[in-house]
């Protein structure tokens, strides 16, 4: 079982729709959370990362850290179609910063 | 800003064949990452290194072996390709120790026929 679960399913949404995004996690230590955003045939890019509880904000995109339920969320407001790729929560494993990966949401903003 | 470089974009190999993945970190960043991803998969660790040293190492077959260079560069080296070794391969880079982000390059294809 990954420690980091992530619902695979796509997502179809309509422009200007707000996009909400969660994945759990199972070991209550964990401090740090990143979202990725990766287009096809691209390499995962930083979108948000947060540290510990609570809200995070940048722009259209807000990260959320629910530790009490060991939740991690991310919203999209103004969807836009250029937000369309997959979306990937991840938080580091090991004493080493290597990531570990969520399944990823494939979202497709339609115009 | 500068991002992480990899080289090739795409590779065709043959089974049983050699490959060399090639990745240049950010300026000033010491420490790279490997990941394996395939067809709808999220990324998979490899391996990693820190100022030229390996600082972990994850799900990477025997079969692959990996080093940084006095530059930084990485290069992953992938012997007797099989089918299954096809996926895109991400290098991805960190630095200022601690707890940082890690970012990624646009990866090679491999393809193994």
């Known amino acids: 079982q990954k420690e980091v679960e992530q619902d695979p399913g796509p997502l179809s949404v309509p422009e200007g729709a707000i996009v909400s995004l969660n994945c759990t996690y199972s070991?209550?230590?964990?401090?740090?959370f990143m979202w990725y955003r990766q287009y096809s045939r691209k390499g995962p890019e930083l979108l948000m990362y947060t540290y510990s509880s609570g809200n995070k904000e940048d722009g259209r995109f807000t990260a959320q850290v629910d530790k009490s339920s060991k939740y991690i969320s991310l919203f999209i407001r103004d969807s836009q179609p250029s937000d369309s790729a997959t979306y990937l929560c991840a938080h580091p494993e090991g004493g080493n910063n290597r990531l570990a990966f969520g399944k990823g949401n494939q979202v497709v903003v339609i115009p | 800003a500068a991002g992480v470089i990899q080289s090739p974009r795409h590779l065709i190999k043959e089974k049983r064949e050699t490959a060399t993945l090639k990745c240049y970190p950010i300026p000033r960043h010491d420490t790279v990452y490997w990941y394996q991803q395939g067809p709808g998969q999220d990324p998979q660790f490899l391996i990693s290194f820190y100022e030229k040293m390996q600082s972990d190492k994850g799900s990477i077959p025997d079969r692959f072996s990996a080093q940084q260079f006095s530059d930084y560069h990485s290069e992953l080296n992938m012997s007797s390709l099989e089918l299954g070794d096809s996926a895109l391969y991400f290098c991805?880079?960190?630095?200022?120790?601690?707890?940082?982000?890690?970012?990624f390059g646009n990866g090679t294809r491999l393809t193994v026929t």
């Open positions: 070991n209550s230590a964990f401090q740090y």
């Open positions: 991805a880079s960190s630095g200022g120790g601690g707890i940082e982000p890690l970012h």
